[in-house]
């Protein structure tokens, strides 16, 4: 079993940046992709961002790309979304999921855990 830990959220101006953190627990050995996904108020949760155990990455889209840097570190079971340049429309839970492997990469379907979540409120 493996349990995910997301922290780092807050409340934060337009333009602002924040660090979010994801640690896991458990049998995170087999862990072999680690993504960060939100869900802003009556929407549905979508990905933003995913990372292999190699570091391999892949984000949503252009506008997230460029903003967003999804990164991790094995030794420490650790997973990160740095995020710069906060827009509005950013303000979201962000939720952290781990996958053992296969499935796709940008549906909710292709992870195995995922964490309690943590807020991110951008004010302008």
């Known amino acids: 079993q493996v349990q995910l830990a997301e922290s780092g959220g807050g409340l934060v101006q337009v333009g602002g940046s924040l660090r979010l953190s994801c640690q896991a627990y458990?049998?995170?050995?087999?862990?072999?992709?680690m993504a960060w996904f939100r869900q802003a108020p009556a929407k549905e949760r979508e990905f933003v961002a995913a990372?292999?155990?190699?570091?391999?990455?892949?984000y949503a889209d252009d506008s997230v790309k460029g903003r967003f840097t999804i990164s991790r570190d094995n030794a420490k079971k650790m997973a990160y979304l740095q995020i710069h340049n906060l827009k509005s429309e950013d303000t979201a839970i962000y939720y952290c999921?781990?996958?053992?492997?296969?499935?796709?990469?940008?549906?909710?379907?292709?992870?195995?855990?995922w964490g309690q979540g943590t807020q991110v409120t951008v004010s302008s």
């Open positions: 999921a781990a996958s053992m492997g296969g499935g796709r990469w940008t549906t909710t379907s292709g992870y195995d855990y």
């Open positions: 458990g049998l995170t050995s087999d862990l072999y992709r």
């Open positions: 990372v292999s155990r190699i570091n391999v990455s892949t």
